[in-house]
């Protein structure tokens, strides 16, 4: 049963960072998806940034280019979102998300539906 558990939220001032960690357990695929997912309140769900899994290949929401990061540690087995120049705009809840299998072609940030695996989300608040 795979398990993803992201820590790292909290609340910042515009243009501060934070680092978001999603730990994975229970997952012993050699090829998949991992993802940033985002809803902010009275909103639906955002795709933030994607990265498959082997190659590396990354994708990024529009909105959040040039600003966030993400990455993985595989012996760690922890996704990452470094998030700099942050903006009130970023407030949301942020979830990580996991497709076992998916085509590197299908591992974008607007495939949310492609993800079947998901944490509880961690609150990232932004003040202006």
């Known amino acids: 049963q795979v398990q993803l558990v992201e820590s790292g939220g909290g609340s910042v001032q515009a243009g501060g960072s934070l680092r978001l960690a999603c730990v994975v357990s229970g997952y012993n695929y050699t090829t998949y998806c991992m993802g940033w997912f985002r809803q902010a309140p009275g909103k639906g769900r955002e795709g933030v940034a994607t990265?498959?899994?082997?190659?590396?290949?990354?994708d990024y929401a529009d909105s959040v280019k040039g600003r966030f990061t993400i990455s993985q540690d595989s012996a760690k087995k922890t996704l990452y979102l470094q998030m700099n120049s942050l903006r009130p705009e970023d407030t949301a809840i942020y979830y990580c998300a996991a497709a076992p299998g998916l085509y590197f072609g299908y591992c974008k940030s607007g495939n949310s539906g492609r993800f079947d695996a998901w944490g509880q989300g961690t609150q990232v608040t932004v003040s202006s």
């Open positions: 990265i498959h899994t082997p190659g590396g290949s990354t």
